[in-house]
């Protein structure tokens, strides 16, 4: 514990919180060891205050249906958080008006002046009610996600547990739970479109506040997006449907042969094109199970990284099944205080889950790496960009190992999928990234307009051998399923970015494990102290998303893929 932080601190107690933040509000710094002080007891403050915030925030995904659970997050959201940020804001000026800042002339020093400087340029107090209610908004999207349950075969299932149904070789099973999902989804279409409709507004009101023209050019300032432009993005969408897009539909076409139909149909999508029995990787109820098999695979990669997996327990810091209550998707949040990662996922069974447990295990090595090498929490986290190279590459080198769930045949299977999806997800990225350019750039457009841009963009970006006719509503509103509209606006060109970083992590460990592997874990242990192009050289890859880049990478993946059986 600190010394400067009292024990049994209640950070949901403002009347607590407060006289510590403005004794550092007070404090003189009268030389550089001043600075150094004040800035680490910021730091275990911050730590101290963001850890339970990161708790309220898992709980309340973990069980979207307790209502005390739902009481203290909001009561975080609405109490502290708005409080805390007008003090921070203060915090921040004091930094870097400090005189003696110049002196304490480090690396990770500079880049927090320039991240701290583009956060005071761009706070204004008048956002901060918007941002609460942004989060409350965006939470009651959640807890409708949370509340979709579908009764298929006599049972209630999540719409995560219906995904394993989309694997059967059976075409009407897979017809069928297909239609039972989007009809779930659709009947929620209304309200889902009501709280988008509220949250753009909200978001353009922020940017305006802000004195930006628009949420996108705002929320480039909010992200610390030096290093890349929205031309850039709009030209990797380009490069996408240049590039990619031919080879998805390659792939796809080949699939419908192997299957025997002249088109794809939605349900198609995700069974095995030889009628092979889907991909079972472990018991749905059987979770002890799967971690232990993902432990043995991140151990035939590095038994370092399977050493820092297994600090990781189920009821402590994973929460990995799929059960009522539950939010939709995974995640990994990174504890501050106690440095450690927590993971949490709805895990049914399928093969997705175990590559979901990968991704999000390389997110949770790059906390602990970080944790074990820098010490101000300011500067411990990497740009969004680089810390989704930590998690997609370990879904790419850790392909390699599947026998640990499957026959020999089987983990060729996996292995072919985890590069498949690699690359069918860039175009996806590259939908929803156009979606957002689009949506905030235009934010007084209406439902009809809305449903038109995307469709638009699905039309450019999506494979052409599948076959929606007759499923023109539920295509026309696909993109509600993707959370991080909600929760995260402009939160998904980083997962483009971070693959083209993965996919060439991917060729280099492929050439030299050994060195491939170090340059990870030394990239990892920067954590946020450097800036991006940085970040990707120390992993020896290349900071560039552009069709130079793009282009033999998608040529690598087509080759690997042609020398393992479909």
């Known amino acids: 514990m600190s010394e400067f932080i009292p024990a049994n601190l209640d950070c949901s107690d403002w009347s607590q919180l407060e ?4 004794a550092l509000l007070d404090r003189p710094l009268e030389s550089v060891a001043d600075l150094k002080q004040w800035l680490a007891d910021f730091s275990d403050l911050d730590a101290e205050v963001d850890e339970y915030g990161s708790w309220r925030y898992i709980d309340n995904t973990c069980h979207t249906d307790d209502e005390e659970i739902e009481k203290a997050f909001m ?9 805390l940020k007008p003090i921070f804001f203060e915090l921040q000026k004091k930094f870097l008006a400090c005189e003696f ?15 701290w400087q583009a956060d005071v340029d761009v706070f204004r107090e008048e956002n901060i009610p918007l941002q609460t209610e942004d989060t409350k908004l965006s939470t009651e999207y959640g807890k409708i996600c949370g509340e979709m349950m579908i009764e298929f075969q006599g049972k209630q299932r999540t719409i995560q547990q219906m995904a394993k149904f989309l694997e059967e070789n059976d075409r009407d099973t897979r017809k069928q739970a297909w239609q039972l999902i989007v009809d779930r989804r659709l009947k929620d279409r209304d309200r889902i479109d009501d ?18 023209d628009n949420y996108r050019s705002y929320i480039w300032q909010v992200k610390k997006r030096f290093d890349y432009t929205p031309d850039d993005c709009l030209q990797f969408g380009q490069s996408c449907e240049d590039l990619i897009v031919p080879l998805v539909e390659e792939l796809d076409r080949e699939k419908a042969a192997d299957l025997g139909v002249e088109q794809l149909r939605p349900w198609d999508t995700s069974v095995d094109p030889k009628g092979r029995p889907p991909l079972r990787p472990f018991e749905e109820d059987d979770i002890e199970g799967f971690v232990t098999k993902t432990r043995n695979m991140f151990n035939r990669v590095s038994p370092v990284l399977a050493e820092q997996f297994g600090t990781m327990k189920l009821g402590d810091t994973l929460d990995l099944d799929s059960r009522k209550g539950k939010r939709p998707g995974g995640y990994q949040c990174s504890l501050e205080k106690s440095k450690k990662p927590f993971i949490f996922m709805n895990a049914a069974g399928v093969q997705g889950d175990v590559e979901t447990l990968l991704h999000e295990g390389g997110h949770a090595f790059h906390h602990i790496e970080a944790c074990d090498h820098v010490d101000l929490v300011f500067v411990r986290h990497a740009p969004l960009e680089f810390c989704e190279v930590a998690s997609m590459s370990m879904e790419l080198i850790a ?3 599947y026998d640990e769930f499957y026959n020999p045949d089987d983990a060729s299977r996996a292995k072919r999928l985890a590069i498949e999806r690699a690359v069918r997800v860039l175009p996806w990225v590259a939908i929803i990234d156009g979606f957002q350019h689009w949506i905030y750039t235009n934010p007084t457009h209406t439902r009809d307009e809305r449903t038109a841009h995307w469709l638009s963009l699905l039309d450019r970006l999506s494979s052409k051998a599948v076959d929606w006719t007759g499923f023109e509503t539920p295509r026309e509103s696909m993109w509600q399923r993707q959370t991080h509209l909600f929760g995260v606006p402009f ?4 997962y483009g970015i971070a693959q083209i970083g993965s996919l060439q992590m991917w060729l280099q460990y492929r050439n030299d494990p050994d060195a491939a ?30 069709a130079d880049t793009i282009a033999p990478l998608v040529e690598a993946a087509r080759e690997e893929l042609a020398a393992i059986p479909a």
């Open 101 to 115: 800042r110049e002196q304490f002339d480090r690396p990770e020093i500079r880049l927090l002046a320039r991240n």
């Open 517 to 546: 592997l170090a340059n990870y874990r030394n990239a990892l242990a920067l954590g946020g102290t450097r800036p991006l192009p940085e970040l990707f050289a120390a992993a020896g890859v290349k900071f560039d998303f552009s």
């Open 19 to 22: 006289p510590l933040f403005q």
């Open 491 to 494: 939160y998904y060109i980083e």
């Open 75 to 83: 009561h975080f959201v609405e109490n502290i958080e708005p409080k």
């Open 195 to 212: 709280i988008f409709e509220k949250l753009v507004p909200l978001r353009d009101k922020m940017g305006q506040n802000a004195g930006h």
């Open 399 to 401: 392909a390699d190992s």
